[in-house]
């Protein structure tokens, strides 16, 4: 099913269920939170937020079998934090303005714009695809990170980073920890 979420100052809007939802709006000062056991996908249509977070992620995946992201046709989707996390587990994560445990996709023909003050601007701990949209992070650390793999396929990604660009960091199984680029159009300026 899919349901319209409206943001409001200082929310925290919960998804515990797979499906689809579509969310807008302004969260001024919050988060959209994804902790679902459910075994089917859950997909979160962004047509035209504004989500900044001054103490964690603004969109933050605890558990769900996978996450797809999609960018709504002719949107502009903004996300941003603070420059400190509160609620760190012991690893020091969430550590990402977009941050997933487990895959997530994005996709779509919209645009998402990240800008990090404090870490990472993009990540997942498991596989990162992005297969289309308008995507330009602005990152005090990495760009956009995929701990077993990140895989392109098409899309208009800018990405400004203080440390890596692109990174996949998988380095205890030596089938995981790739980066594939198949397509779209990418630009990095990166620190390191």
């Known amino acids: 099913s899919r349901s319209k979420s409206a943001c409001t100052p200082g929310t925290t809007v919960s998804v515990s269920a797979a499906g689809a ?54 949107t502009q989707n903004n996300l941003s934090d603070g420059a400190s996390y509160t609620n760190l587990d012991e690893s020091g994560e969430p550590n990402a303005a977009l941050f997933s445990h487990d895959d997530l996709t994005i996709n779509g023909n919209g645009a998402l714009n990240v800008n990090t003050n404090y870490y990472n601007g993009i990540t997942s701990k498991d596989d990162l695809k992005i297969t289309g949209g308008t995507i330009t992070v602005n990152a005090v650390n990495d760009g956009i990170k995929g701990r077993d793999s990140l895989v392109v396929k098409d899309g208009l990604i800018t990405v400004n980073a203080s440390a890596d660009g692109l990174q996949a960091n998988n380095d205890e199984d030596p089938e995981k920890g790739y980066i594939v680029i198949e397509g779209g159009a990418i630009n990095i300026t990166a620190g390191l």
């Not at 807008?24 to 939170?33: A, D, E, K, R, Y």
């Not at 962004?46 to 103490?55: C, D, K, P, R, S």
């Open 21 to 74: 939802y579509e969310i807008s709006g302004t969260l001024n000062n919050g988060q959209i939170i994804v902790d679902t056991q459910d075994a089917e996908n859950v997909t979160l249509l962004l047509a035209g937020v504004n989500i900044h977070n001054e103490n964690g992620p603004p969109i933050y995946v605890a558990n769900a079998e996978k996450v797809v992201t999609t960018l709504a046709d002719g």
